[in-house]
Every structure is written in C-alpha cells, then in structure tokens.
T-cell receptor
Framework: KAGVTQTPRYLIKTRGQQVTLSCSPI?????VSWYQQTPGQGLQFLFE???????NKGNFPGRFSGRQFSNSRSEMNVSTLELGDSALYLC?????????FGPGTRLTVL | AQRVTQPEKLLSVFKGAPVELKCNYS??????LFWYVQYSRQRLQLLLR??SRESIKGFTADLNKGETSFHLKKPFAQEEDSAMYYC????????????FGKGTKLTVNP
C-alpha cells in the first residue's frame, strides 16, 4: 500500500502571501489530521477531517484552514503568511486509532 | 489542559546498556498514550501504544496513572535505536488529535 503523500515537499513564500498544501491519505483511510512542527513549539495539532467534515480543531488562528474532498484527499491553506509560519507541516491519515504520517511539507516564509 | 512532558531533550547511552525515555502527562480523563519514533530521514511512525501492551523492537512502556507517567524502556539498547522519540497523548477529540511532547533524541554509541 502506498503511504501518505504530501505535495509540495518544499515551498518558499514571502510574508503576506497565501499557500495551499496537499495531502493524499492511504487508500481506505477517511481521517486526515494536520500538524505543524517547529523547533520551538514541537508538534502541534492543527485540525482533523473525517468524511469531508472538520471533526477537531487546534488552537491556531483563522488564517489556517483546511478541507477534505470526497476521495479523502485534504488540503490546508494558510493566508496572509507570517514569518512564524515557517515550519514543517505534517499530515497523517488514520485507521483503527493509528496515525500514519506523511513526509511533510517544509514551508519557509521570507 | 492536556500536556505531555519529556524532560530529556537528549539522551546518550552505550550499546547494550538499558535505556529509559521519560514521559509525563497531564490529563483529567482516562488517557490513551503512544510512543512515536522518527529515524534519520524517515517519517514519524508509531512505535507502541499503551492499550496494546505490546513489546516492539524490544521496547516496552507501562502506563502509571498514579505517577501520570508512560516511560519507554529497553533493557539492551542497539545502535539502530538511535532516533527521535515522541510521547503523545490522545486528547478528548480522539486518537486523531494527538498532543505531543517535545521529543527526546536518543543516541546509542558503539
């Protein structure tokens, strides 16, 4: 079975721009979670989608949003980028209480 | 609030020595705890969870509700155990919403 894939793997943006990251879960997995990883804060939960509905949300500002499509693929969007948004963004698909992580998208905001 | 604390950022042991990676949690309900591992240039992956009470790659972890701890142990460390280890707590949102500790980098020296 193919693992979780994330595109793009690397991204460079400037402050004020917006960005969209994509995540394709493992086939058959209906839940997709997103995390932000930074050296200072570690891994922090952003949100989780299940069957196209946001089921859980972390403590991030409204600039961070996401959605899930009928094929379970998910996207997250960050608008009005700030320098502090530079991070590795991980997505994970889950089944039977186990999360499978993707390789991440490294976002750099200049 | 849910919180996971891994007090050691770095841990270095010699091959064949016992290793213990500490994890303490703060949670008002019945916790569901996990250990995730990230080997160099690989994805974050589940190592074990307290519910299954398995031993994976020689590692075990016992949930101690009195001490609110979930320490990871291995009696004889191997060089291939060198990795980043994260303790995680499934919050009230379910296991798709994980609260992670900051991680411990384990180095096993030859």
């Amino acid at each position: 079975k193919a693992g979780v894939t994330q595109t793009p793997r690397y991204l460079i943006k400037t402050r004020g721009q917006q960005v969209t990251l994509s995540c394709s879960p493992i086939s058959g997995h209906r839940s997709v979670s997103w995390y932000q990883q930074t050296p200072g804060q570690g891994l922090q939960f952003l949100f989780e989608y299940f069957s196209e509905t946001q089921r859980n949300k972390g403590n991030f500002p409204g600039r961070f949003s996401g959605r899930q499509f009928s094929n379970s693929r998910s996207e997250m969007n960050v608008s009005t980028l700030e320098l502090g948004d530079s991070a590795l963004y991980l997505c994970a698909s889950s089944i039977h209480n186990e999360q499978f992580f993707g390789p991440g998208t490294r976002l750099t905001v200049l | 609030a849910q919180r996971v604390t891994q007090p050691e950022k770095l841990l270095s042991v010699f091959k064949g020595a016992p290793v213990e990676l500490k994890c303490n949690y703060s949670y008002s309900g019945s916790p569901e705890l996990f250990w995730y591992v990230q080997y160099s240039r690989q994805r974050l992956q589940l190592l074990l969870r307290h519910i299954s009470r398995e031993s994976i790659k020689g590692f075990t972890a016992d949930l101690n509700k009195g001490e609110t701890s979930f320490h990871l142990k291995k009696p004889f460390a191997q060089e291939e155990d060198s990795a980043m280890y994260y303790c995680a707590l499934a919050s009230q949102g379910g296991s798709e919403k994980l609260v992670f500790g900051k991680g411990t980098k384990l180095t096993v020296n030859p």
